[in-house]
């Protein structure tokens, strides 16, 4: 057994590496040009964080467009045009330069920092990752400008984020919003790729002594499978694009059914790569969960191994359940049996993790910080979405629920209730280490209760429509149908989403200049990010960690029974 | 008295749960099934719901005790016993949703398969519907009847069991069929043919809407099923067979060349088209029927719409050959009456602003001229 010589926490007297880098005072450009520069894998993270978090505004004003005009029936507040180009760049946003991109952004942060490293094992490659992600981006938006085209249709993709062909063709189609939108997911693609290698690269050859793949934070085991799945997903994703801009300017014919192409070709490159994105997103929000749970139940994970098993698990199921989402395109009986028992697999090792993390919750001493608040509503909600998501998969029911406001409720139950929640609660988790300043923890209950609300009120009666015949992306509906109701406290529940999130900006904003010293390890934590200082210095650890057990941390606090004594 | 009132209480129980002509919340509710495959996918769904409610409640029980139970107390800073696992328990919580994914699994696949694969009896009537962008074309091979966006079906009860098999393509992008209390939705793909049948067991108007994004109109592509009595279905059959006549009768004429040619139109133009009626001509401004198909003929109309018997055979738009036996038009979203289909007409955009029919731009009494004509297409 190594004997642990990381630096150790400020209380243990003397020990911490004190030592900063001389403050530098560049002028306004130099800092700038500083950031664009930077290869460091915490500036770069932080970057990807406050893109995404741009764009989460962005896509968060279209989601309120959208309840303005759903909250009555026969609206004309938005013409058809108009409202479908508004959930099309809704959804594309948020998936594709809202999720992705944070999450992103959190793992590039805490991967080099968790593991003992000093950056990423390809900064350079990193920095450029960002930076296409970044231009896709533009380009995206750039539509709402430059989308007209020369046959004068309208600007901005309007064909749904699945963008279903033939609708994408020519025909259907002209101008070039379609263009921008396949472009743009393409380098965004590009993007990711190379962040996925690098993670991957980082994770197995960049950890410190002493930490073997079983004494990793449970963080970068997940980052890993996702890297894997992004790995996996993305080609066909990229195939497909290229195959659709062939169709639209070489005269191919992969889904032009007018010329014997096929549509359903495109769904399933479409889902081949949509169904592991799910999972691509919803990893990380596990992972966040798995190192706050611990920290704030002040009691280890409960079943590490099988943590690490049912992760990896879900990574490998997740390949091969992509057409429950084409359950009504007239599949076979037997490949929608097929798609119904590997979609329920999922349930399993999805199980495992939440009964581990009730384990975990079990015994301990739950302190209710923001953080915690946040990951407890996830668990929550979680719960549900993975039942309704249950529901779904019967793939005789999702004949009714398919594309109906049910499947819009189960999967933003899964992408806020899910996904958002933990991305809030490992933002008030970590922010003190980005930045050195804790986050206002009464604004933060405030943030935390107005989102509960707003969420409960907006999905959890989202499911109601569904059920009584409500399909998707329609830009407006029948008075006689019996949907008013809901959509009314469904568009309410929406703008208080809106102003929780504004109240997390103005604490974000707040906090970064007036927020309390954090110091280097603020929540009492146990792994390697927490040893070092807040911000952490360009190189990150003074001295290269080596660690004896899972929890380094816990081992320095606790001589007396330390981890390493039990695995 | 007490078993009377409690009988009372159970036949309200029970006629809640039978086959209701109105449902409550919504005429699409999906718990309100009338045809065997919504049936079907119903009882599943409760089964479904029973397990899920199950673990819900279990677990959220669990949940909300370990939080009260387990919240830190203040001043106690001592940290709790560390447990890193259990090979037990955490078999036992694996073993246990893989029975209940088995029982799960087992009862869909039995859906799957009797809906899916169900065998079609020699009765079932068969449909052809097509989806364009954004209205439904209905056409029944067997009568030679073609109509859109009300697709008229015979009810199937004991005495007569007559399920409707649908043959589902579509003639531009994917849409989907979906009247939910008869049963669950399937795509509409261009290229290809799909199938779902049903077998309504109550007589009423059943309503549902494309359920796969298909353009800009999407929303407001609606459907309408009609479930008739059987002498009823044959009845709107027998009246949907019958056909009209051009302005001048001249159906024949349509295969021969016109005697008299009218410079700018083409030699095989049949008399009614090249203004060479001179009775006609004399009236064209009175709003009548015949001036009004006079005005129709001459235009478009005919490019994109059928009037079966007449020169109008265009399949761009909806037939409109017994259009008047439709309550809406556009696919569901207005009355067809006098107003509507002169607004329609007018402007398709008004109605339905991104329509693919266009606005005609002719004069108003031109408009209210057709608009008569089309009165009479019953
Ligand atoms: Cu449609």
Known sequence: MATPTIPIPDHVEGAFDETQPPKFRGTYLEKVHGWVVTVDHKKIGLMYISYALIFLLVAGAEA??????????ENTAISPLVYNRIFTMHGTTMVFLVGMPILFGFGNYLIPLMIGARDMAFPRLNAFSFWISAFAGILLYYSFIGGLGLSGTGTAPDVGWFAYAPLTEKPFSPGHTVDYWAVSLLANGIG??????????????????????????LLPWVYLTMSGLVLVAIGP?????????VDRYLGGHFFDT?????????????????????????LPAFAFANEIIPVFSRKAIFGYPAMVAATVGIGFISL??????????GMTSFGNAFFTLSTMLVSIPTGIKTFNWLATLWGGKIRFTTAMLFSVGFLFQWLIAGLTGIMLSVSAWDWQLHNSYFVVAHFHYVLVGGILFMIFAAIYYWFPKMTGRMLNERLGKWHFWLMLVGFHLTFDLMHVPGVLGMPRQIYTYQADRGWTVWNEFISLGGFIQGAAVLVLVYNMVHSYF?????????????????????????????VEPVVASRRPLWDLKHPEDPDSAVE | MRSSRRAAFWAFLLSANAVRAEPILSPTNIFAPVSTPAHEVHSLSLFVLTITGGIFFTLSALLIYALVRFRSRPGDTAEPPQIFGSTQIELAWTIIPVLLITMLFLGTARVIFAVEDAPKPKAALEVVAIGHQFWWEFRYPHYNVVTANELHVPVSSAQSYRPTFLKLTSADVMHSFWVPRLAGKTDLLPNRVNEMWFDPQVVGLYLGQCAQFCGPEHGKMLLRVYVDTPAAFDAWIRAQQTTHADAKGANAALSVPNPNPVAGFPVNTPPTLGGTNGDLANNSQAITAPAGQQVFEHQACINCHTVAGTVANGRYGPDLTHLMSRDTIAAGIAKNDHDHLLRWITDPNDLKPASLMPAMHLTDRQNEQITAYLLTLR
């Open chain 1, 64 to 73: 309120l467009a959208i309840r303005v005009q759903l909250a009555r029936p």
């Open chain 1, 258 to 282: 007018q010329m014997g192409g096929s549509s359903i070709l495109w769904a399933h490159f479409f889902w081949i790569f949509g169904h592991p994105e799910v999972y691509i997103l919803v």
């Open chain 1, 514 to 542: 007036r927020g309390a010293v954090a110091g280097p390890d603020p929540w009492d934590g146990w792994t390697l990010e927490w040893s070092t200082a807040s911000p952490p210095p360009d190189y990150n650890f003074a």
């Open chain 1, 320 to 329: 091969g359940v992509w057409a429950h989402h084409m359950f009504t395109i």
């Open chain 1, 237 to 245: 994703l990229t195939a497909a694009q290229v195959m659709l801009l």
């Open chain 1, 192 to 217: 990711s790729i190379g962040t996925a290698i690098n993670i991957i690269a980082t994770i197995f050859s960049m950890r410190c002594k002493g930490m073997t793949l079983f004494r990793m934070p």
